[in-house]
């Protein structure tokens, strides 16, 4: 920002500070509302949609964003199933893919039990577990039958 003040990009500034302002005026209105929104969900006795809105683990709690958010991950790792072998990195995916079974396992011991947790990191540790088996597939398998 600083850079751009002394380059003469001051309209540049003011438009990134309106953004944040206009970003945390959202959120701040989202905190705010929340509760009396998730209070009237739970009396409205909508079915499902209340029991949604009345679990721990549901969307008006902090259990319920922290997964989502881990999709991005997951789902990164799931839309790359074909990344070429060369670029496979054998640590990093035995890192995710012990993550992913690890947290599915701790997201079942929780309390609230956290069925969303558990899911994003199911689908982790498959998809990386899928680039790790191909990636010791064709470095120390496919390679000795080369050879």
Same mark, same amino acid.
């Given at each position: 920002?600083?850079?751009?003040?002394?380059?003469?990009?001051?309209?540049?500034?003011?438009?990134?500070?309106?953004?944040?302002?206009?970003?945390?005026?959202?959120?701040?209105?989202?905190?705010? #509302? +929340? =509760?009396?929104?998730?209070?009237?969900?739970?009396?409205?006795?909508?079915?499902? *949609? %209340?029991?949604?809105?009345?679990? /721990? #683990? +549901? =969307?008006?709690?902090?259990?319920?964003?922290?997964?989502?958010?881990?999709?991005? *991950? %997951?789902?990164?790792?799931?839309? /790359?199933?074909?990344?070429?072998?060369?670029?496979?990195?054998?640590?990093?995916?035995?890192?995710?893919?012990?993550?992913?079974?690890?947290?599915?396992?701790?997201?079942?011991?929780?309390?609230?039990?956290?069925?969303?947790?558990?899911?994003?990191?199911?689908?982790?540790?498959?998809?990386?577990?899928?680039?790790?088996?191909?990636?010791?597939?064709?470095?120390?398998?496919?390679?000795?039958?080369?050879?």
């Amino acid at each position: 920002m600083e850079y751009k003040l002394n380059n003469g990009r001051k309209d540049e500034v003011e438009e990134l500070a309106k953004q944040v302002g206009l970003v945390g005026a959202v959120m701040g209105g989202s905190i705010a #509302a +929340g =509760p009396p929104i998730r209070a009237r969900l739970i009396q409205a006795n909508l079915g499902q *949609i %209340s029991t949604i809105a009345k679990s /721990d #683990a +549901g =969307p008006f709690r902090v259990h319920f964003w922290a997964p989502m958010s881990k999709w991005l *991950i %997951s789902g990164a790792s799931l839309m /790359d199933y074909n990344r070429p072998t060369e670029k496979i990195s054998i640590s990093q995916y035995s890192s995710l893919t012990l993550c992913g079974c690890i947290h599915a396992w701790y997201a079942l011991l929780v309390t609230p039990v956290n069925y969303m947790l558990c899911s994003v990191n199911v689908a982790l540790l498959l998809s990386s577990g899928w680039h790790l088996g191909r990636k010791i597939k064709a470095d120390f398998i496919d390679e000795k039958h080369d050879a």
